[in-house]
């Protein structure tokens, strides 16, 4: 069934809209803080370009890459806006972690976490 659903052109297409999506929630995010540092406190220029980043992935998602037939957005928006603040809050450690206490770039230090924990992690050595 995964196999069938993965080679279905509509949702090719509805993939390739969502990483585009994120691509470009990614850019505003750098691009707003990138802007924002130099005027505000640290802490106030991530909240607001996450927030600012947020919103362009929420709106671009609900009408574009993943158009819903649902009734009842209130409810889809309370829905996404819990996987944010779960996402926010993880985001936030991460970002006091890398930028506030080691001094890496913003788009340098997700960069190095997400290459380093996720797509160069180490296996484990297996004695024989």
């Not at 994120?22 to 406190?41: D, E, P, Q, R, W």
Request: positive net charge; glycine residues 2%; aromatic residues 18%.
């Amino acid at each position: 069934m995964i196999k069938r659903l993965l080679l279905n052109r509509q949702t090719q297409v509805r993939f390739i809209k969502f990483f585009t999506v994120g691509a470009i929630g990614y850019v505003v995010n750098i691009v707003s803080f990138n802007a924002l540092k130099s005027n505000f406190k640290v802490n106030t220029a991530f909240t607001t370009a996450f927030i600012i980043s947020t919103s362009t992935h929420y709106t671009l998602n609900r009408f574009w890459a993943l158009r819903s037939a649902r009734a009842d957005s209130f409810k889809q928006f309370a829905e996404y806006l819990m996987t944010v603040v779960i996402s926010y809050l993880i985001s936030l450690v991460s970002f006091k972690v890398l930028y506030v206490f080691f001094q890496l770039n913003l788009g340098v230090a997700q960069a190095l976490f997400l290459l380093n924990f996720r797509v160069f992690k180490s296996h484990p050595t297996v004695l024989n």
